[in-house]
């Protein structure tokens, strides 16, 4: 925990706009590490009860055209 308290100190002690780099810079690396994680969830096929759910659904009716 030491390395996030010193990041945090860091941070405070930004400028303005090198704050917003580094906003910019997390949001982006956030996005394609979720990206990734999402990816390899659907690769092993931990969301096929997503897919098996919304096929359910449809087969029973529950479903409207677009």
Do not use: C, P, Y
């Not at 090198?18 to 931990?46: M, P």
């Amino acid at each position: 925990m030491k390395q996030v308290e010193l990041l945090k100190q860091h941070i405070v002690e930004l400028d303005d706009d090198s704050f917003s780099k580094l906003r910019d810079w997390l949001i982006e690396f956030d996005q394609t590490r979720w990206d990734k994680k999402l990816e390899a969830d659907s690769n092993s096929g931990k969301l096929d009860f997503l897919i098996n759910e919304a096929l359910a659904e449809h087969k029973a009716g529950k479903t409207k055209d677009l």
